[in-house]
């Protein structure tokens, strides 16, 4: 096992991510939700597309470009009105039971539940993951180094990372920021990149 590369996929990944759209929804969710709920499908989401980015190495700067941007804008898009859905309900009180207690009654609808939650979570994550910085500095490492086990170690490990801060600090954000700015500022921060992405792909 290569250590020296996994430190490298983890600390570029880790860098590349912490500004990024997808730590900013995972904030949003983790705001709404029980972090360990949303932690299991941001995790799931992540580790989807290290094997995607690992496996598909530097292929994807062989794909034509502009189909390929005019995919990843309708996929910026359609993560903005995902996490508009999320204004549907308001976040819990953040004196609820800790994550790894049951709550105390029934939750409406179901909607608060692991299944939905880590659902929704992963949905999301995965959307917005899509043409993402990371993804393609994944794609080059593995491409470069011919290991795709320790990129895809390091850098699930770097996702993983910067997910948990995101959704643990989400939850004391309501305490400044109320939850609905939140989710409108992450889907503004989609829908301005999906239009972006789609001016690029039609003037390209």
């Given at each position: 096992?290569?250590?020296?590369?996994?430190?490298?996929?983890?600390?570029?990944?880790?860098?590349?991510?912490?500004?990024?759209?997808?730590?900013?929804?995972?904030?949003?969710?983790?705001?709404?939700?029980?972090?360990?709920?949303?932690?299991?499908?941001?995790?799931?989401?992540?580790?989807?597309?290290?094997?995607?980015?690992?496996?598909?190495?530097?292929?994807?700067?062989?794909?034509?470009?502009?189909?390929?941007?005019?995919?990843?804008?309708?996929?910026?898009?359609?993560?903005?009105?995902?996490?508009?859905?999320?204004?549907e309900e308001e976040p819990a009180p953040l004196d609820q039971?800790?994550?790894?207690?049951?709550?105390?009654g029934p939750t409406p609808a179901g909607r608060s539940g692991?299944?939905?939650?880590?659902?929704?979570?992963?949905?999301?994550?995965?959307?917005?993951?899509?043409?993402?910085?990371?993804?393609?500095?994944?794609?080059?490492?593995?491409?470069?180094?011919?290991?795709?086990?320790?990129?895809?170690?390091?850098?699930?490990?770097?996702?993983?990372?910067?997910?948990?801060?995101?959704?643990?600090?989400?939850?004391?954000?309501?305490?400044?920021?109320?939850?609905?700015?939140?989710?409108?500022?992450?889907?503004?921060?989609?829908?301005?990149?999906?239009?972006?992405?789609?001016?690029?792909?039609?003037?390209?």
């Open positions: 096992m290569n250590f020296a590369l996994i430190g490298t996929a983890f600390g570029v990944v880790f860098v590349a991510e912490l500004p990024d759209k997808t730590a900013l929804a995972s904030l949003a969710l983790g705001a709404r939700y029980r972090p360990g709920y949303v932690f299991a499908g941001v995790a799931a989401a992540f580790a989807a597309h290290v094997v995607l980015a690992v496996t598909a190495g530097g292929l994807l700067g062989l794909l034509p470009r502009r189909p390929v941007e005019a995919v990843v804008a309708a996929l910026f898009a359609l993560g903005a009105v995902f996490l508009l859905r999320q204004r039971p800790p994550p790894d207690q049951p709550p105390a692991f299944w939905p939650v880590a659902t929704r979570s992963f949905v999301v994550l995965f959307v917005a993951e899509f043409g993402d910085l990371t993804q393609i500095a994944m794609a080059n490492l593995a491409a470069r180094y011919h290991d795709p086990l320790a990129v895809g170690i390091g850098a699930v490990l770097g996702l993983w990372a910067v997910a948990g801060l995101a959704i643990t600090g989400g939850r004391q954000l309501l305490r400044l920021i109320p939850y609905r700015w939140i989710t409108r500022i992450a889907a503004a921060v989609m829908a301005v990149l999906a239009v972006v992405t789609l001016i690029s792909a039609i003037a390209g």
